[in-house]
């Protein structure tokens, strides 16, 4: 019986990119966030996990199943770059190594589910080899092709069929990269700060909460516990004003430090130089000259940032949990904006908003 499974993904992205397809170049930070988004949507919970040798493909495999045992196998080699070779291998020789490899696993991993860390070139063999045809023109960094068995007695390392549809690979300015689980968000707009009071704009800047605020985040907490809402963590912008509202909230409602966890991408959204200025200063600058002659963060940057920031989120959450977000008003609107598929930047911030101190249900 042979695996009944077998999952392949091309490794993530790495520093460089100077066509030298034997090169051990470590990945990007890009790359390590294609990683850990593939972590999240693997179709199948892997018994076995190969790789080719080169680092960029083990060190994918590592964030992707952290908790597996990596068996690199140089028959996994990019095209062209078998084991020996330097780069002058040609393809039936690859094709050789690889339909090697294939009857392998077929031969001794019984029953499993396998997955396998490679490079595009030699995923288009397997395409070629299992499905008979001419192969993908591109395989892209993290790109996810999965395989499962025709004929439960046959042991042939074509008697595969390609069961799910190409999953391409995770691109941050894309809300497509969030896997949707039926996870219940909670968020919570911090508590009233010292620059909600004045009138200031903070964006990025660092205000802390105000006495009332205080005041507002022990009652929401209360009123939290009071109803029996359990999290499983609470996720928080590393501003003082959203993450003491965190560290308030997790003592009311008895959840373990260790539990908050904070995400650089929930931060407020930034102003540019007119941080730190009273509101009526941002309200005076026509939109179109906030990004360019004031350096505020754009709206197709919030979107990337923020969409990283539930991608982290989701991949560790699992369908039905609660999970509470402690952030700004401004993330909260884009937040449902990449949920409701608004794109409009205008819509986007017409959208209702908790009030300082208070939450809002959604689910992703």
């Not at 990019?78 to 294939?102: H, N, P, V, Y």
């Not at 397997?126 to 007695?153: A, L, M």
């Not at 505020?296 to 923020?306: D, L, T």
Request: proline fraction near 4%; include cysteine; hydrophobic fraction near 30%.
């Amino acid at each position: 019986m042979a695996p009944n499974s077998i999952t392949f993904i091309r490794h993530a992205e790495n520093t460089e990119d100077d066509n030298l397809s034997n090169n051990d170049l470590p990945l990007s930070e890009h790359g390590k966030r294609q990683a850990e988004w593939a972590s999240g949507i693997l179709p199948q919970n892997p018994n076995r996990v190969f790789t080719s040798t080169s680092k960029r493909a083990i060190d994918t495999a590592k964030i992707i199943a952290p908790e597996k045992d990596i068996l690199p196998d140089d028959r996994l080699l990019e095209r062209g770059w078998g084991a020996g070779q330097d780069g002058d291998e040609t393809d039936a020789a690859a094709k050789e190594r690889l339909t090697s490899f294939l009857n392998n696993i077929t031969e001794t991993r019984k029953g499993e589910n396998v997955l396998v860390v490679t490079h595009g070139g030699l995923i288009r063999l397997t395409e070629q080899i299992i499905e008979n045809g001419e192969g993908s023109d591109r395989i892209e960094n993290c790109q996810i092709i999965c395989y499962s068995k025709k004929e439960p007695s046959s042991n042939s390392a074509t008697n595969y069929f390609r069961y799910k549809e190409t999953t391409r690979p995770f691109d941050t300015s894309s809300q497509k990269n969030i896997v949707k689980k039926g996870v219940s968000i909670y968020f919570v707009r911090h508590g009233e700060s010292v620059s909600n009071r004045d009138g200031i704009l903070a964006g990025g800047m660092d205000f802390p909460l105000t006495e009332d605020g205080v005041i507002q985040v022990a009652m929401v907490a209360d009123e939290m516990s009071r109803l029996g809402i359990r999290f499983e963590k609470i996720f928080t912008s590393p501003l003082s004003r959203a993450l003491d509202t965190a560290k308030i909230i997790a003592e009311k409602c008895e959840i373990s430090i260790g539990d908050v966890i904070i995400l650089d991408d929930l931060s407020g959204c930034g102003g540019g130089d007119l941080e730190g200025r009273p509101y009526a200063d941002w309200y005076a600058v026509p939109t179109n000259e906030l990004v360019e002659k004031h350096g505020a963060e754009s709206y197709s940057k919030q979107r990337e940032r923020i969409g990283r920031a539930m991608v982290e989120i989701l991949r560790r959450s699992n369908t039905g949990d609660n999970q509470l977000i402690v952030s700004h008003s401004s993330v909260f609107q884009v937040m449902q904006a990449i949920n409701n598929d608004i794109h409009d930047e205008t819509e986007t911030f017409r959208q209702e908003k908790p009030a300082p101190g208070r939450y809002k249900r959604t689910t992703f």
